[in-house]
C-alpha cells in the first residue's frame, strides 16, 4: 500500500521559513519523482515544485529563489524547503507521485503566511 505522509508546515510571519517533509512508504521511493502543489479555496492544486529521481528540480517563477525541493532516498522523503515566505505562499501543500498513470497524494498541510 502505497502512502504518502506529511509533516511540517504551520503560521508564520512574512519573511519566514517553513519546511515540509513527505515520506513515502509502500513503494520504491528513489525511482520515483515528488511534486509538491498547493492548492487555495475556491481553487485547483497548481505545481509549486519537483524533483526527478535524478535529482534534477524544477520551481515554479512565483517561487523561485525562495523555495528549494529536496530528497533524502535513504529516508524516503522529500522535502519542501520554504524561505522568504510571503501571504500569497499562504496554502495547503501537497505532495504527489505518479506510479502507473496513478496519482497517489499527501494528506496535505496547511501553510499560512502573514502580513
Known amino acids: 500500500q502505497v502512502r504518502l505522509v506529511q509533516s511540517g508546515g504551520g503560521s508564520v510571519q512574512a519573511g519566514g521559513s517553513l519546511r515540509l517533509s513527505c515520506t513515502v512508504s509502500?513503494?520504491?521511493?528513489?525511482?520515483?519523482?515528488i511534486n509538491w502543489y498547493r492548492q487555495v479555496p475556491g481553487d485547483q492544486r497548481k505545481l509549486v515544485s519537483a524533483i526527478g529521481n535524478n535529482g534534477d528540480t524544477h520551481v515554479a517563477d512565483s517561487v523561485k529563489g525562495r523555495f528549494t525541493v529536496s530528497r533524502d532516498n535513504d529516508k524516503a522523503t522529500a522535502y519542501l524547503h520554504m524561505s522568504a515566505l510571503k501571504p500569497e505562499d499562504t496554502g495547503v501543500y501537497y505532495c504527489?507521485?505518479?506510479?502507473?498513470?496513478?496519482?497517489?497524494w499527501g494528506q496535505g498541510t496547511q501553510v499560512t503566511v502573514s502580513s
Open positions: 504527489k507521485i505518479n506510479n502507473n498513470a496513478r496519482d497517489y
Open positions: 509502500g513503494f520504491s521511493f528513489s525511482v520515483m519523482a
